[in-house]
């Protein structure tokens, strides 16, 4: 009896033992901390530099709510409580959840503060922001977010950076990456020297002004052969911004003459073949832009889907419109001045101030919104230079009028007549030509021109009463210094001054550069007063 009883203790005992076991087994176990957890537990920890760690840890952790953290970092809507070791995330709703699982809860605690950031972690979010999206599926997320770790040059990027380089098969990509890398090690204080040159180099081939702004800020505590390259690298980026300087200058130049060609086109041949000092031809441009606003009035308020045709749809209706009020101050005022210069000047004068008047009765004194089509908006860069879409489609435009108009000039009866009246005006009306016929003509297709060019202008200036007296004085210059009446001195005299005009503004300043670039027209003149082209014919050259 005393074993049995002794079994019957031992078996209860193991009994008892197994059914702890059990317990302890099958019952929920706390979950381990994991990476992203002890990241975002950090944040509580209160110090500036906790901060900085937990940022980088958070995006080493590859979390996927790591980017909504650091947003609520950078909006100010992170918060922790410092003695719960627990960080909460508040929604733009007001709704409160724990950052580590999303899930929402009642309120913040008493205890709960809003988590610092000075200047330094502020660059450290958003080359974090940078790193969380250098793998985006999205091309030029990744390119952007490259860009910005290149400009923030954050050291915790790099491994981030250099996986991203590895998987990355964009070649555009594959360089942002590399300027990022080379902008990282530059500053990096135990990066060896091989891994610095081959940083500089990368920064010398992309040679900008960003480049040069790294190559300036680093240290002044590097090796002799990390200065020496970087001595070097500054020099040949110098170069190279000024050479790209002066091609920047120069496409100003194109942009700004192809502005004056199309303004002095249409003066050049009226002046040119009617011998007419037209001050009113401002008016005739600014009657293009104004025309050009009307069409986009009636588009925006009936045919919206049509704005970006509202260009293509205003230039016929802004040449018809022009040139219709240039034959009607033909035939009304001009053809009774003909060889009195001073009194057609007094009276064109007077036509335009009553022009003007009259817009300002109709449209108000203020400027006018002339929108850009999407096709005009934008730009794109060249190497070290950006160009606008709406400058470049304005001189393509201005070298298709002018080629139409020596076509014109050319082939056609009316430009062959104009050419006759041009060289010889006697001989042309003794040969049959109705030379009256041809001045209302050359007069109304002069200012077409004119209305066009309003059209290009609205696009790159103030539409206003004034838009006209901007171009006046500078489409004579263009007229009179390319040869009066000569298309192709027109062509070389615009593209000539406005690229003369950009390259002098950077010296002498805006104002002083025109005064500068009417004394050497004035100069010109005394030499050739005929232009650089001169036309050639019987009346002419007596």
Known sequence: MPLIRLLRALLSRLLFAAVVLAVVHLAPQPALAGPYEDAVAQFSAGSFSDTEEAIGRLVASGNPRAATIIVALQDGRLFADTDAKTVFIKADDGKISNAVTGETVAALPARAEAVRLNNKLRRAVSGAMAGLTLLSPDLNKRIQAAQSVFKTHDETMLATVEAALKAEKNAAARQAFA???????????????????????????????????????????????????????????????????????????????????????????????????????????????????????????????????????????????????????ERSVIRFLYGRPLETLLATWGLSLILQQAVRTLFGPTNREVGNPSWMSGAFELGQITITYNRLWILCFTLAVFAILLAMLRYTALGLEMRAVTQNRRMAASMGIATSRVD???????????????????????????????????????????????????????????????????????????????????????????????????????
């Not at 990096?188 to 790294?214: C, H, P, Y």
């Not at 500054?234 to 130049?253: D, F, P, T």
């Not at 031809?281 to 832009?289: D, K, R, S």
């Not at 290009?456 to 006209?468: C, F, K, R, W, Y």
């Open 440 to 542: 209302a003509l050359t007069f109304g297709l002069g200012s077409g021109i004119a209305g066009i060019a309003g059209v290009a202008l609205s696009q790159i200036d103030n539409v206003s009463p004034n838009l006209g007296q901007s171009y006046i004085i500078d489409s004579f210059m263009v007229v009179v210094f390319g040869g009066v009446g000569n298309l192709w001195g027109t062509l070389v005299g615009a593209f000539s001054l406005g690229i003369a005009n950009k390259f002098l503004e950077p010296v002498a300043g805006a104002v002083l550069a025109k005064i500068a670039i009417l004394v050497l027209i004035i100069l010109f003149i005394q030499k050739r007063p005929r232009g650089l082209f001169a036309l050639k014919g019987r009346a002419v050259e007596a």
């Open 179 to 329: 300027e990022a890398r080379a902008s990282i090690l530059l500053f990096k204080q135990d990066a060896s020297d091989v891994d610095k040159l081959d940083a500089i180099a990368t920064l010398k081939a992309r040679g900008d002004q960003e480049a040069m702004a790294l190559l300036i800020g680093v240290p002044g505590e590097q090796s002799a052969a990390v200065a020496s390259g970087i001595a070097s690298a500054k020099a040949a980026i110098e170069r190279n911004l000024s050479l790209w300087s002066m091609v920047q200058n120069a496409w100003y130049g194109l942009s700004l003459g192809s502005v004056l060609l199309l303004a002095a086109i249409g003066l050049a041949i009226t002046f040119g073949v009617m011998g007419v000092i037209n001050m009113a031809h401002g008016e005739m441009v600014m009657l293009g832009a104004y025309t050009t606003f009307v069409v986009q009035e009636v588009i925006r308020t009936s045919y919206p889907a049509l704005f970006d045709y509202s260009l293509l749809i205003a230039v016929p209706l802004a040449f018809l419109v022009a040139g219709a009020i240039g034959v009607l101050i």
